[in-house]
């Protein structure tokens, strides 16, 4: 991120989200928020490595607020969005018991509510912003036990010292869970799949927000025990596709973007 600046991945994420309504009417995750947030008109036409992008925030965002429901009905009180970006959940809460912490860089925090201003979405008395730099600064959350963690679009970026201490913070929690994404490394792809990310990965680099982390699912998955996490719940390519495409033909092993959810007992 450029010193004074919002996250310029975090808005292409909105614009992400708000296409979706536009082209695939949020067939696969609705917010009447989406295109009001983001202030420009998004991309309503198809372009080559968008479609796919597009979808998998989709899903990602989907199957994160999914979890968090059946969260919320199981008690859970505090909801904290990581690096919320333009993250619209917090202004459509339908919980007025669930108290909203968006945790993110100050300056996309002040870029955000000055679009909700302009937008004129309402902050409801559920939502507290917190200030933190993922990298350089202390989370220092005070979270009660059963609190939902959303960290959507942040893991790739952080150094794996920036990821262990969220998650550490995360894991200190009681009956935590947490819903996240990240990447699988270049070296397991395809060369025409190890092209795609890694031309990916050089656009972010030039605007100053490297890739830094990735994983493999089975190292992903001893790193979270380790920490306590009994209940781990990790979605590829192949399980997205089955479950909200239709498409069951997709082979169990294609490498790509992942979709996590962990519980604490």
Do not use: C
């Amino acid at each position: 991120m450029e010193t004074g600046q919002p996250s310029r991945t975090a808005f292409s994420a909105a614009r992400y989200r708000a296409a979706h309504q536009l082209i695939e009417g949020g067939e696969i995750f609705s917010d009447p928020l989406a295109v009001r947030i983001l202030g420009v008109p998004p991309d309503a036409e198809e372009a080559p490595g968008r479609r796919a992008m597009r979808l998998f925030i989709a899903a990602r965002t989907r199957f994160a607020e999914d979890a968090l429901a059946v969260a919320v009905g199981n008690g859970t009180r505090q909801l904290f969005v990581l690096g919320a970006g333009l993250d619209t959940f917090a202004y459509r809460n339908p919980w007025p018991e669930l108290r909203v912490f968006e945790v993110d860089h100050p300056d996309t925090q002040a870029y955000k509510r000055q679009r909700l201003a302009e937008a004129g979405i309402a902050v409801p008395e559920t939502v507290t912003y917190v200030p933190v730099d993922f990298e350089t600064g202390k989370l220092g959350l005070t979270a009660e036990p059963g609190a939902f963690f959303l960290w959507l679009g942040v893991v790739p970026y952080l150094t794996r010292a920036g990821f262990d201490e969220t998650l550490d913070v995360i894991a200190a929690t009681e009956r935590a869970e947490v819903v996240f994404d990240y990447a699988m490394p270049p070296s397991s792809m395809s060369p025409e799949r190890r092209a795609a990310l890694e031309a990916r990965a050089a656009r972010v680099a030039r605007i100053g927000e490297p890739w830094q982390t990735y994983f493999m699912p089975d190292d992903l998955a001893a790193e979270l025990r380790a920490r306590g996490f009994g209940e781990i719940e990790d979605l590829g390519p192949a399980e997205l596709a089955a479950r909200w495409f239709g498409r069951p033909d997709v082979p169990r092993d294609t490498p790509g973007g992942h979709v996590v959810h962990a519980r604490r007992p």
